[in-house]
């Protein structure tokens, strides 16, 4: 194995958070002080030369995605976007309809979004997936009732990479008169995504998660055919036409612009770089170890990512074999709960492959030397493991584990 | 989450991996835990049978790094005790000695379980044996008697 050299770990955990783009902090600069107005204020220089810096943003925001900079609502991050979305359309369209569809995969912001809607007297119907983390489209359209209001599928799963067909989905909506949510957060500048093509209603992204500043994140609401409303969920000075109040905090969305724009500008080359260093990290562990499975949709999913069961070795156990990457098992904001992931066993995968799941994420700064001492980590750890793995040593004795009695603890 | 510096060791420079023949008459093995669980942990024992003396302890575990350190500090501790000496170790010893967390306390209650299991194993084979060898000498006598 080949030395790491620099001594802070290899970062292969990008669908968790992105460093912000140094470009992106350089834009951001002069706005903390010397151009610190409220863009709020119409009868100074200082309001106004921070309104324009938001306007430019909206618009690098909205050509992103191919909206209109009127459609753009910025919020603090995907978490609120999902929110506002869910919970401000039911509320909005109580009188046409109590019931949403959603999915078992989604996010926990879009989940327990659907959950507080229940707890509210609404009914939502969560879709389950295949074995790929797919939902099923003649499912979709059969779930979809009379006083269906609104339907929230993701444009791609945080965990295992999966897309959900976007434009499929767009397609039965609009024509059934339901609205559609996509929460796109770990699409965005990875899969290519026009509202307009895919007949997205409302998009939830976020700027951490693409180069930007944490914190900061927006709700694309469309504005024509049709035109969608929301019941704020925060209350105040009526900014951002009333859906979101709150002083904007101009940093940040100065941030999210220059991450979108830099999106816009280099997306096709950096998602052909990033695939094929996935695509070299996978073969090379899959070349290397038996008893390695893909979690997830290999044939559509993000390129930039993949997630593997290990079996036979736990994913903790492993994580800290691997001294010098930085990786995570299921999802980042469950790994504290000691509950397999949620999203993998949604998909049919057995608790004791979704304990031994790794999700490597690469990105922007992803380099090639670090995928080949990424392997190499990976390799040596998962092999003194198996050799120390009670269940490995069964397999090779030739016992089906699943024919054997556990006493669970 | 940060491990203790005895778990890192531990994790790092296991002692006693392997395994033992869980076929010989002296040697105890308990299999504890559930794939589905996430923690697997197979400890086993070589007893000699003169003295009562774990004269050897391997294991191999499925589970977190601190399951790993509890079951191969316990290898650690049980050799050179008697069976009975073995069984007075308390996985709060274990959790104390590796300064685990609350969350993974559990790993440790795995190990002394694991530890209970290999010695109930090793003596069950002793009484199967004895009353193997009781079947045999009655057999052995009923033959005499005919
Ligand atoms: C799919 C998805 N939705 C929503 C979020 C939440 O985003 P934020 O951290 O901006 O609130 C995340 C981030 O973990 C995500 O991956
Ligand atoms: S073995 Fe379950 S967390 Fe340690």
Redesign the interface.
Known sequence: MKPNKCKRPIYMDYNATTPCDPRVVQAMLPYFHEKFGNPASRSHAYGWVAEEAVSKARRQVADLIGASPKEIVFTSGATESDNLAIKGVAQMYAEKGKHVISCVTEHKAVLDSCKRLETWGYEVSFLPVDAKGRIDLEELKSTIRKDTILVSLMAANNETGTYHPIEAIGEITRERGVLFHCDATQAIGKREIDVDKAKIDLLSLSGHKIYGPKGIGALYVRRRNPRVRLVAQIDGGGHERGMRSGTLPVTQIVGLGEACALLQENMKEEVQRVQSLRDRLEKSILEQLDYVYINGDPDNRLPSMTNLSFA??????LI??MKDLAVSSGSACTSAS?E?SYVLKAAGV???LA?SSIRFSLGRFTKEEEIDVAVGQVVSAVKRLR???????LVQEGVD?KSVK???? | MA?SDKVLDH?NN?RN?G?LDKKEEDVGTG????????????LQIKVDKETGQIVDAKF??????S??ASSSLATEWVKGKTINEALEIKNSDIVEELSLPP?KI?CS??AE?AIRAAIEDYKSKQENKDTEEKAKTEDHAQEQGK
């Open positions: 036979y070795v736990e994913g903790e156990s800290m074999g000691l397999p057995e608790d004791e304990h050799e120390m793995s009670p269940l490995y040593e584990l556990w006493e669970a603890h | 491990y994790y296991p991996v395994s299999i504890v835990g559930a794939p589905e669980c996430g923690d697997v942990m197979k191999k575990t499925y589970g977190c790094g399951a790993i969350v559990h209650v795995l379980d």
